[in-house]
Every structure is written in C-alpha cells, then in structure tokens.
C-alpha cells in the first residue's frame, strides 16, 4: 500500500525567509508525487508535480520540489516566503497504473511579518 | 471553462435523510473522483470513475453511491446519512486514468449530519 507522511502539521516562517515543507512517501514502484495547496474555504489547487527526470521540479507562485529517491522525499520549497502563501498543503502520490491518489494529512503554513 | 463545479456549497441533513452532491467537470475528463477531508487525516478517496458507465470503490466507500451516466457528470449519493460523514467533500477530475496525471478539484461541499 502506499504512504505519505508531513511530519509537520504547522510551519511558521517569516517574510522573506526561505520556506520548507517536508514529505516522506511509501510505494511500490516509481512514484509520481504532486502538491496542493488549499486556501480557507476553497478546493485544492494543483502546484507542481514530479513524474520523472529533473529531481527539481519549479511550479506555481515561485514554489519548488526536490525528489529524493534514496530518502523517499519530496520537499517542497520556496526561496523567500510571501504572508499570501499562508495555506494548507497537501503532499500526495501515486503509483502503479491507477490514478489513485493518497494524501498527506496536511501542513498548515504560517507567514508573518 | 468553469472547471469542476460542485453544488450545494452548505448542507445540513439529519440523521437517516438522504441527498445528493452533485459534480460536474466541462472539460472532456475520463477520470472522476470523490474524496472527504477530515481534520488530521487529509483527504481519502471515496468513489473514483475512469469513465462513462464505469465506476469503483475508493479506501472509504461504505455509505455512499456513485453512478457516471455521463462524462461530465459524477454525482454522490448518500441514501441514509449518519453523523460520521460530517466532512468537506471534494470532487476531482483528470484526463485520463494514469497515475502522472494531474487531478483538478472542485471548490467542495461541507456537510453537517446532526
């Protein structure tokens, strides 16, 4: 079965500061692993995704991921945090042959000024 | 393109009743899918469909019907709610049933069950 793992439930980071949401993940296979990231009272919004080759995967609103396949990571990053990324995000993967996503349970991030 | 749209917003039900979410996406996607969100258990897949004709069972299938009469259209049925499926239910769509591709959601349905 597969996994995902935010071992953070909040990150608090402050403006202008570089920013780091973790995630572990579990499969069978190669893996192909998205973030979402979701605003109060809204769906969840497609940032990036990694499928195969470049570890670096760039995406929406400056955001960044490095798959790391010897730690089973997939860390989403940003270079200087704006208080507008304050949001809940979303690590998930898929595997196999199946759209199936499973999903983290989840990182609340805090910018302030 | 509107996206995937989902209606009601809100609903209050009590328990025993029954009703409907409806989803609908306008842009030619096999794949559909339902998924509750829980406080600390992120979101789990409920009912999913690779297209017209076609659906199957997620990780939390029990209480909840699905049909796919049409491409565009995936609704959720629950026939006799209960207090445990107070949740944020979240519709999705993809191209096609393959796991790079990238799913788009709905803006969701919160649900009370008193």
Known sequence: AQSVAQPEDQVNVAE???????????????????WYVQYPNR?????????????????SYGFEAEFNKSQTSF????????????ALYFCAVAAGTASKLTFGTGTRLQVTL | ???????????????????????????????????RQDPGMGLR??????????????EVPNGYNVSRSTTEDFPLRLLSAAPSQTSVYFC???????????????????????
């Open chain 1, 16 to 34: 202008g500061n570089p920013l780091t949401v973790k995630c572990t993940y579990s499969v069978s296979g190669n893996p192909y692993l998205f």
């Open chain 1, 43 to 59: 769906g969840l919004q497609f940032l990036l995704k990694y499928i195969t080759g470049d570890n670096l995967v760039k995406g």
């Open chain 1, 75 to 86: 860390h989403l990053k940003k270079p200087s945090a704006l208080v507008s990324d304050s």
């Open chain 2, 1 to 35: 393109n509107a996206g995937v749209t989902q209606t009601p917003k809100f609903q209050v039900l009590k328990t025993g009743q029954s009703m409907t979410l409806q989803c609908a996406q306008d842009m030619n996607h096999e794949y559909m899918s339902w998924y």
């Open chain 2, 45 to 58: 897949l409920i009912h999913y469909s690779v297209g017209a004709g076609i659906t199957d069972q997620g």
């Open chain 2, 92 to 114: 999705a769509s993809s191209y096609g049933d393959r796991p790079h591709e990238t799913q788009y959601f709905g803006p969701g349905t919160r649900l009370l069950v008193l």
